[in-house]
Nanobody
């Protein structure tokens, strides 16, 4: 059974940084595209960043230049390095595997002074 476990969320001041991790329990992890989404109350889940099996990346316009997605196939893990955080980045962040076939449980990121 596929499991995705996110970690690294928390409370940070505006301008600060956090790194999220998502560990996947799946065979042949390296062949899957992965992504980070976020959701705030009353809104749909929105794509933050994606990474293909070959390492190509894409980002939402709102996070370009501030967030970086990466993957470590040896650890079956993806990361989201978030810098220069803004209050509007506050959300529950989810990772997904394989074109959203599977989702993690989410991790809360709160940006507040």
């Amino acid at each position: 059974q596929v499991q995705l476990v996110e970690s690294g969320g928390g409370l940070v001041q505006p301008g600060g940084s956090l790194r999220l991790s998502c560990a996947a329990s799946v065979s042949a992890f390296r062949f899957y595209s992965m992504a980070w989404y976020r959701q705030t109350p009353g809104k749909s889940r929105a794509l933050v960043a994606g990474i293909t099996s070959r390492g190509s990346t894409n980002y939402a316009d709102s996070v370009k230049g501030r967030f970086t997605i990466s993957r470590d196939n040896a650890k079956s893990t993806i990361y989201l390095q978030m810098n220069s955080l803004k209050t509007e980045d506050t959300a529950v962040y989810y990772c997904s595997l394989g074109n959203n076939a599977y989702w993690g449980q989410g991790t809360q990121v709160t940006v507040s002074s």
